[in-house]
């Protein structure tokens, strides 16, 4: 996706409330675990989609790309070498890569158009037999209705807003049958379903401070797509051979597997 302003912004303002964020949005030690054995084989040279600090260090010659200086800050304490561009223009040498991952990377462009940009170069950039690897928020093949989302919420039945705010925004593109949808219309609908923030908090045992992550999302022009396993892989395929799926055992890790591929 382009940057622009109100993307930005969003951006800026994950970046400032990151410590509010916890799993399944920040990657977790099993997550980290998972991508060092997945993507250790490959070789020391990788490629970050993104500056999530958790993974910035998973060899010693990582390169992180993003395009949002705010988020870049973050990685200004690590040795990382990092650089300010946009995934689907990206310019790197043939076979510049021992492997190439990230966290939620796929999550944050356009389903499928931005995922065939990035996949095809992804091909290109990383060496002949060398790995990518995903934490995808893949929706459940099942889908869920979202208000019953928000009834289990209501009814004690979620553990962490974080949960709530993926499953919700994942029956929300069920229901829409579009795997996109922008965080302003995740916004609007949370408001809608939930117009009493306090008695929400109470009833559903997340903090105000957490639900109050959510207003990140009002006017903010960023698409998320949150697409199934399987309309993953209907793009994977054409490109890179999926070689392993593995998810934690925190809250909604069925729906945030790292799936690991041979380019
Ligand atoms: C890796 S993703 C998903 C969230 C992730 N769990 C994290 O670490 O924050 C978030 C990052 O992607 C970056 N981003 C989104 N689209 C991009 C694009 N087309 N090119 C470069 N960076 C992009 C954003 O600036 C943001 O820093």
Known sequence: MKENHSNKSHWNNHASQWSLIGSPLRPCNEDVQMFT????????????????PELANLTSDITAIDNNPAMIEKLRAQKTNVICGDWLEMSFPLASFD????????????YPEQYEIL?????KIVKKNGLAAFRIYAAPEKAENVEAVVYAAAHGKIGSFHAFKWRFAMALTAKNNN????????????QELVPDRELFAQQSGFSLAAINTIDVYAGSDT?????TLSQVRAVTEKYITELAVTHGSYELSECCPVVTFRV
């Open 37 to 52: 054995c997945a993507l250790i084989p490959a070789g020391e040279k990788g490629l970050l989609l993104g500056v999530t």
């Open 99 to 110: 492997f190439v991952f990230g966290d939620g990377s796929l999550n944050a462009i356009s």
């Open 119 to 123: 996949l095809k170069d992804i091909a």
């Open 179 to 190: 795997a996109n949808i922008k965080v302003a219309a995740i916004y609007r609908e949370f």
């Open 223 to 227: 698409v998320y797509s949150f697409p």
